[in-house]
């Protein structure tokens, strides 16, 4: 079985400051892994994915995650916060290798970035 | 624009009504998913097909239903409406059935009253 936490509900950094979300899973299988965010009053953007191959993955808009194996994690950072980068990112997890895709979510956190 | 198209965006019903929400997905995606998002819940997968055929299940409710037709656009159709059934419902699509990004729709924001 696959699930997801992210630890933080609420994280604030200011502008230009280093952004950090956590998120840990839990796979029983290879894990396929990804980060979205949802603006307010939109549906969720994929914003990059782990699929086994490179380890630090780069995504959209200068955010990148790191798979470590070992950790069991997945954390989604970039280096500079902006004003627009204020949303609600979630983790998600499914099965690799799978003929189903079944996306299991955290509960997400929500990014307020002070000007 | 995700590619991925639902209608309606916000619907306003009573209990114990039904409706019947509608997803086109992208072009060449053969799979479609279902998610309802509320507050108390989150994101939680509801059901997802591919090519037609139903290929995983997760929350879904009984009252709740779902089909892919053979121009591969889905309906969710929800029935018997409590307060509770209240929520975003998004609609994704991919290429393959396992393993791929889903790309998301705009969501459609249920109201029952």
């Known amino acids: 079985a696959q699930s997801v936490t992210q630890l933080g509900s609420h994280v604030s950094v200011s502008e230009g400051a280093l952004v950090l979300l956590r998120c840990n899973y839990s796979s029983s299988v290879p894990p396929y892994l990804f980060w979205y965010v949802q603006y307010p009053n939109q549906g969720l953007q994929l914003l990059l994915k782990?699929?086994?191959?490179?380890?630090l993955v780069k995504g959209i808009n200068g955010f990148e995650a790191e798979f470590k194996k070992s950790e069991t994690s997945f954390h989604l950072t970039k280096p500079s916060a902006h004003m627009s980068d204020a949303a609600e990112y979630f983790c998600a997890v499914s099965a690799a290798g799978a003929n189903f895709n079944k996306f299991y979510f955290g509960s997400g956190t929500k990014l307020n970035v002070k000007p | 624009d995700s590619g991925v198209t639902q209608t309606p965006k916000h619907l306003i019903t009573a209990t114990g009504q039904r409706v019947t929400l509608r997803c086109s997905p992208r072009s060449g995606d053969l799979s479609v998913y279902w998610y309802q998002q509320s507050l108390d819940q989150g994101l939680q997968f509801l059901i997802q097909?591919?090519?037609?055929?139903?290929?995983a299940k997760g929350n879904i409710l009984e009252r709740f239903s779902a089909q892919q037709f053979p121009d591969l656009h889905s309906e969710l159709n929800l029935s018997s409406l409590e307060l509770g059934d209240s929520a975003l419902y998004f609609c994704a699509s991919s290429v393959k059935p396992g393993g791929a990004e889903a790309f998301f729709g705009q969501g459609t924001r249920l109201t029952v009253v």
């Open positions: 097909y591919y090519n037609g055929e139903e290929r």
């Open positions: 782990y699929t086994s191959a490179a380890t």
